[in-house]
Structures are given as structure tokens and as C-alpha cells.
């Protein structure tokens, strides 16, 4: 048997941006304690959620992949820990910037980069005035522990994401995310829907998926903010949610797979086997016409 232990994980973020680093620290040192292997810290964790505002000065904050310090400080740390880290960070590509992660092996070799592919625009959410679209395409890693896919935040909304990583053979799917409150409309609380739609990449794919959101309310620069609702959660093969944490505390989830015994799962329900992808042309256009 194949078994591999993950964690989810959920914090606070606050303008003391050493605080933030340290503060993932301990959530990564206490996941590595309870036996996990591959520890998610939620998106952008560096920093409170800055996407809130439009704000030149925030472009700032932006760091190239090579060299860069948040990730060379979590190589070594998985390095001694042992762990595989998916590292969150706001990218630099020359004129470009993207909302990235880094994907760090346990012994802290640097695997490569995903940029995120979907990027929200709504009030709260102003992602396009900072990310351009990812151009790494849906990507997976085969890590010391595990063959592992990674999506960020809006990636989790579209099941094409998913379904492209599992059959790139990820044996495992995570999200880094930032989601809570919605500034126009406080009656909108999306975090059951926000769960269940990662639960059906799971079911769908039959494969774990492990969900890290940040929690507190962080305000914005212009008379807003954001309560987030933290929720972190995994998710067995059938989607049924295994763990979960909280709104408001911080927290460390974990849970064990056995990964052989997934993958003999996954073929005899035959879900790749029926695929026809000769039928599913409407999915490369923008309306639905082949």
C-alpha cells in the first residue's frame, strides 16, 4: 500500500508580513508533527488578500520565481520537515505578473511553477488589474510523496481544470484559495457552494481534493472589506468532505490516502475508460458551438 498523509490548513494575514511567514511556519511545523507529508497554505499568503483595492503601489509586493526569498525560506523548511509545500506568491515575469505557486519537493528542490489560468474581476475580487492569465497550462508534479495537481482559488470553479490534471494522472488535487464575503451583497454566503463544487472534482475524477482558505476579516484601502470564511476542507475520492475546519479559527486538518487503493478505484469505475473526447468539442469554444 501506497499511503500518503495531506494537510489543509487555514490562517489570519495581516500587514506584518514577516508575522504571515512565521505564522505558516508554525502551521507547517505542527501539520509536519501530526504526520503530514504535503501541507497547503491557503492563496497569497504573505499578505493580506490586497486583490480587495485597486492599487498600483501593491505591484510592489511582486517578486520573480528565480531567487525568490518566500520560496527559498519554504525550500528549506520542507527540506527539513520532509514535506512537499505548494507555495503561493505573487509573480514577476518582466512586465507581467501572475498569481503563481511554487511546487516544492521534500527535499526542497523546486519542481516548477502553475500560474493561475482563471482570474476573477467583481467587486472585492479585482483580480485582472493585477494577474494576467496563467500560460503554463494545467500542470502535475510527481513529487517524493505523491503525483500531485495544483489549482488556485477561481480554478477550483471549472471542472475542466480538474478532469485536465486527473488525466494527467494527479493523484491528488489541491487549491490554495481566497473566498469569503462579497462587498455588494452581504446576504451572499458561498461557502457551501464553494465546497461542493471542489467535492464533484473529487467525485468525478475519484481523487482526493484538499481546499486551504484564509480566515478574519481583513479592510480594504477605500471603505470595504472581507470577512473570509475559512471552511478549509478535504476531501475523499467520492467527494465526501473527511475534514473540515471552521469559519473563524486557526486550524490544521489532515488526512491519510491510500494511494493504490484509490487507483484501483478510479479504473474500475470506468469514468476515464467511457470518456469520448471526440464529443466534446463545445468545450473549446467560448458558446457552446462546435
Not at 50 to 62: H, S, V
Not at 79 to 108: H, M, R, W
Not at 128 to 134: A, E, L, Q, R, V
Not at 236 to 265: P, Y
Request: charge should be negative.
Amino acid at each position: 500500500m501506497t499511503s500518503v498523509t495531506v494537510a489543509a490548513t487555514q490562517m489570519a494575514c495581516n500587514w506584518d508580513l514577516k508575522g504571515n511567514i512565521e505564522r505558516a511556519e508554525k502551521l507547517i511545523r505542527k501539520a509536519a508533527a501530526d504526520g503530514a507529508q504535503i501541507v497547503l497554505i491557503q492563496e497569497l499568503f504573505e499578505a493580506p488578500y490586497f486583490c480587495q483595492d485597486q492599487i498600483a503601489e501593491f505591484f510592489d509586493m511582486a517578486k520573480p520565481f528565480e531567487g525568490n526569498p518566500l520560496i527559498v525560506h519554504f525550500a528549506k523548511l520542507a527540506a527539513e520537515l520532509n514535506v512537499v509545500l505548494p507555495v503561493s506568491f505573487f509573480e514577476k515575469a518582466g512586465q507581467t505578473y501572475f498569481n503563481s505557486v511554487a511546487i516544492v519537493d521534500a527535499d526542497g528542490a523546486v519542481l516548477g511553477l502553475y500560474r493561475k489560468s482563471h482570474i476573477p474581476d467583481g467587486p472585492g475580487y479585482t483580480e485582472k488589474y493585477y494577474f494576467s492569465p496563467g500560460d503554463t497550462g494545467f500542470r502535475v508534479w510527481q513529487t517524493r510523496h505523491a503525483k500531485i495537481g495544483v489549482g488556485i482559488c477561481w480554478d477550483q470553479w471549472f471542472p475542466e481544470a480538474a478532469r485536465a490534471m486527473a488525466l494527467q494522472g494527479a493523484e491528488l488535487l489541491f487549491y490554495p484559495t481566497a473566498i469569503g464575503s462579497e462587498p455588494q451583497d452581504p446576504t451572499i454566503d458561498s461557502a457551501d457552494h464553494w465546497q461542493r463544487v471542489m467535492q464533484g472534482h473529487a467525485a468525478a475524477n475519484v481523487v482526493p481534493v484538499i481546499a486551504s482558505n484564509r480566515i478574519g476579516t481583513e479592510p480594504g484601502r477605500k471603505g470595504t472589506e472581507l470577512t473570509f470564511y475559512g471552511s478549509s476542507f478535504i476531501a475523499d475520492q467520492t467527494g465526501a468532505k473527511i475534514a473540515e475546519a471552521d469559519r473563524r479559527s486557526e486550524a490544521v486538518l489532515t488526512a491519510t490516502f491510500d494511494l493504490d487503493g484509490i487507483a484501483k478505484q478510479r479504473t474500475a469505475w470506468g469514468l476515464f475508460r467511457d470518456r469520448r473526447p471526440e464529443l466534446y468539442e463545445p468545450l473549446l469554444t467560448m458558446d457552446g458551438r462546435a
